[in-house]
C-alpha cells in the first residue's frame, strides 16, 4: 500500500486516452469538447478535462458534469465560451471559477489553474493562479486529481501525477499530502461518500488520518452550511445508509448532535424511505419531491425533541436548511396521532394532510409501513389536494357577514362538506354558507 504522497511532486505517467474518449463520450459531450477546443485554440490557452469527469471516464462509467480547468485565465475563457454557445455564465472571482450554462440547462465547469492556501485549519482558501499540476495537487483524493489535456501537442493525453491510475486500479481513496483534512475538514465526508459510491476502501493511511482529524474535532471549525451541504450530497446518494453507518462507525454523526446514532431501526427506516419514494415517483410523477430532505428525516428521527431544538440553537447559520426537514418531523408525528381511527372521512384527511409536503407524506408512507397510511396518502394526493373549494371569503362577505374569525369557520365547514361529497355545486355551498351564517 501507498504512504500518503509527500509535498514533492511525484513521478509523471502519461497515457494517451483518445481512443477511449471516442469509446465514450456522447454525441453531445462531443460536441462540447470540441467547441471547448475550438475556443482554447483561438485564445492560446491550454484547456484540461479534470476531477469525477475523468475518474468516470477511466473506469467507463457515464457523466455529464464536465469539468475544465485553464491555464490562464479561466474566467475570460468561461465569459467568451458562454457567448459562443449562445449560454450564460455565472462567476465567483474569488475563487477564479465559472459556470457555462447552456440553453437547455447543460453546464460545463470551468476553473484557471490554481493553487490555494489555508490560513487557519477549515479556513476557506486563499487561491493563487498557478500551472496543471499545482491545480490537481489542491485537490481531494488521487482518483480526483488527474487531467487529461485537450489541446496542442498532447491532445487526448492523460496527466496522472500523483498515482490515481494506480489507485483507481486497487479500488482505494487516497488523500495527496499529510494536511489534506487539517486544510479541508469536509473531505472526510467526501472520502466517506466516494468509498460507497464507488465500491472502494479508504487505504490505511489515509484512514488513519481521518481519524486523526476526528480525535481534534475539526468539524467544529466548519461552518455550518458547509458541514450540512455535505450531508445532503450524501443523503442524495443511492445507497446513502451504507456511508451513514460507515459515518457512524467513524464517530462522524456526533458532530452533528451527540445523540444522532445510525441504528438498525435507522437503517430500515430510510430502506422503507427508498422504496416508498420510488412508489411516489411512479405513481405521481408530477409531484416534485427533494430525496435530501425525505432522507434527513429519517436520520433525525429517533432524536427527541430537545435534542433536534438542540441542532437549531447550534447550527443557526443553516437553519433554513435544517429546519425543513425537522418541521416536516413535527407534522408528520402531530398528523399520524390523528389518524388512529377506523375510519376517516375525506375532510379528516384533507384536514390532517392539510400542511404536509410531499416529502412529509413520503415519509409517513414509508413510517408507516402498512398499506393504510399509503391510502390515505394516494386518495389525498389524487381526490383532495387539488380540489379547489367552490366558494370564497368575498363570497361570504357578500352575505352581510362582518370581517371576522367567523368567516374562516364558515369556510372550513363548507369545505368539510364539499371533500365528503355532500355538495355537488357552487349553489349549494353558497346555500350552506348562508346557512351557517345566520
Known amino acids: 500500500m501507498k504512504d500518503i504522497t509527500t509535498d514533492r511532486r511525484s513521478n509523471l505517467i502519461k497515457k494517451n ?3 477511449l474518449m471516442r469509446e465514450m463520450f456522447s454525441s453531445r459531450i462531443s460536441e462540447v469538447i470540441s467547441e471547448i477546443i475550438r475556443m482554447a485554440d483561438e485564445i492560446g490557452c491550454k484547456a484540461y478535462l479534470v476531477g469525477g469527469f475523468v475518474r468516470d471516464l477511466l473506469m467507463k462509467k457515464p457523466n455529464r458534469d464536465v469539468d475544465i480547468v485553464i491555464e490562464g485565465d479561466g474566467i475570460k475563457f468561461a465569459e467568451l465560451f458562454a457567448r459562443r454557445v449562445d449560454g450564460r455564465v455565472r462567476t465567483h472571482k474569488r475563487f477564479k471559477t465559472s459556470a457555462v450554462i447552456f440553453s437547455d440547462g447543460f453546464r460545463v465547469d470551468v476553473a ?3 493553487e490555494e492556501y489555508y490560513a487557519h485549519p477549515a479556513a476557506l482558501p486563499v487561491v493563487e493562479i498557478s500551472s496543471i499540476e499545482r491545480d490537481l495537487y489542491r485537490r481531494d483524493f488521487s482518483i ?13 493525453m492523460l496527466y496522472d501525477f500523483f498515482g ?6 486497487d479500488h482505494v481513496i487516497r488523500v495527496l499530502h ?6 479541508d475538514p469536509t473531505r472526510v465526508f467526501r472520502a466517506v461518500r466516494f468509498e460507497h459510491r464507488l465500491g472502494f476502501r479508504i487505504c490505511e493511511p489515509t484512514l488513519l488520518l481521518l481519524e486523526s482529524a476526528t480525535r481534534e474535532k475539526l468539524f467544529e471549525k466548519l461552518s455550518a452550511e458547509r458541514l450540512f451541504n455535505e450531508a445532503v450530497l450524501i443523503l442524495e446518494e443511492q445507497k446513502p445508509e451504507e456511508a451513514l453507518l460507515r459515518m457512524n462507525e467513524l464517530g462522524l454523526l456526533k458532530f452533528i448532535h451527540p445523540e444522532l446514532c445510525f441504528r438498525v431501526e435507522s437503517n430500515q427506516l430510510m430502506n422503507h424511505c427508498k422504496e416508498t419514494l420510488v412508489w411516489f415517483e411512479l405513481n405521481f410523477p408530477g409531484r416534485e419531491v427533494r430525496r435530501w430532505v425525505v432522507m434527513m428525516m429519517a436520520l433525525f428521527d429517533s432524536l427527541a425533541n430537545d435534542c433536534r431544538d438542540e441542532m437549531l440553537q447550534k447550527f443557526k447559520s443553516a437553519k433554513k436548511m435544517l429546519s425543513c426537514p425537522l418541521v416536516n418531523l413535527a407534522k408528520v408525528e402531530a398528523a399520524t396521532a390523528k389518524l388512529h381511527k377506523p375510519v376517516v372521512s375525506p375532510s379528516f384527511v384533507g384536514k390532517a394532510f392539510e400542511n404536509l409536503t410531499n416529502e412529509a407524506l413520503v415519509f409517513m408512507a414509508a413510517k408507516q409501513t402498512g398499506e393504510g397510511i399509503k391510502a390515505l396518502v394516494t386518495s389525498y394526493l389524487t381526490n383532495i389536494k387539488d380540489i379547489r373549494p367552490f366558494i370564497n371569503g368575498e363570497d361570504i362577505l357578500k352575505m352581510g357577514v362582518s370581517p371576522s374569525p367567523i368567516i ?5 365547514q363548507v369545505m368539510e362538506a364539499q371533500l365528503d361529497g355532500k355538495l355537488k355545486s357552487r349553489h349549494e355551498a353558497l346555500k350552506l354558507a348562508d346557512k351557517l351564517s345566520r
Do not use: P, W
Request: aromatic share 2%.
Open 112 to 114: 484557471t489553474a490554481r
Open 144 to 156: 480526483n486529481a488527474m487531467a487529461i489535456c485537450l489541446n496542442g501537442k498532447e491532445t487526448s
Open 408 to 412: 374562516s369557520n364558515i369556510l372550513e
Open 164 to 169: 490515481g491510475q494506480s489507485d483507481l486500479k
Open 17 to 19: 486516452v483518445g481512443d
Open 178 to 183: 499529510k494536511r489534506s483534512f487539517i486544510d
